[in-house]
């Protein structure tokens, strides 16, 4: 009875909570791109628009930016909208890893008052996926899919997540595949789930580097 009346309250949480979400969100993504869009103007006219084209370079051009995350997260669900469907948006990208949060909204919960598997997996995927992204930038001669996925859960997630995913493709030079994995921590620092995204790597052709 407990959980039914749990799960009810999350759905008219959710249910009333939305709409307000769904307006302050893109309110202050527009106002982030309008408040930075000297300096958009700026990076284009002195480095060209190919400098914030990928991933690494629009995370370091956000990075010193007013409402940087809230641009860069923004333009992340430009590209991929259903990953940005939790809400989640990148913290940290460096090199070989990628910071993700998400928060624990009413509407990506389940019956059992924690937050989704499939919510869990796509903060996972949205995580690693990054991280394999910027990897592909360094390492120019790869290009690479994924072709499976598997997400591991060890608790009930509630509260903030925080997913860390890390790549690093040092030492390719031939076509494979590779696991690239997220670890998804709840705010006391312990791990409530793993996701592992298999990629299939190929060698670019040189026409195509």
Known sequence: MCKIEADSMDTIKGFIVWPFYI?????????AVII????LIIRI???????????GGLYDFCETLPLGKTLMSGAVSVFAPYSSSVGA?????????CTVIMYDYPWLRNPFSSL????LANVGEMAS????????????????????????YYKKARGTITGKG????????????????ASLYDTKGELVAKC????????????SK
């Open 89 to 97: 948006y990148v913290d940290v990208l460096t090199t070989d890893t």
């Open 166 to 181: 890390s790549a690093s493709l040092t030492g390719i030079d031939k076509d494979c595949e590779k696991d690239i994995s």
């Open 23 to 31: 307006v302050a969100t893109y309110s202050l993504f527009w106002t």
């Open 45 to 55: 006219s002195s480095k060209g628009a190919r400098s914030i084209s990928k991933i």
């Open 129 to 152: 996926g990054i991280a394999m992204m910027k990897q592909l930038e360094i390492h120019s001669h790869l290009r690479g899919i994924p072709v499976k996925i598997s997400t591991e």
């Open 36 to 39: 930075n869009i000297p300096s």
């Open 196 to 207: 592992t995204v298999t990629w299939s790597l190929r060698m670019k052709s040189p026409k």
């Open 116 to 119: 989704h598997a499939v919510a």
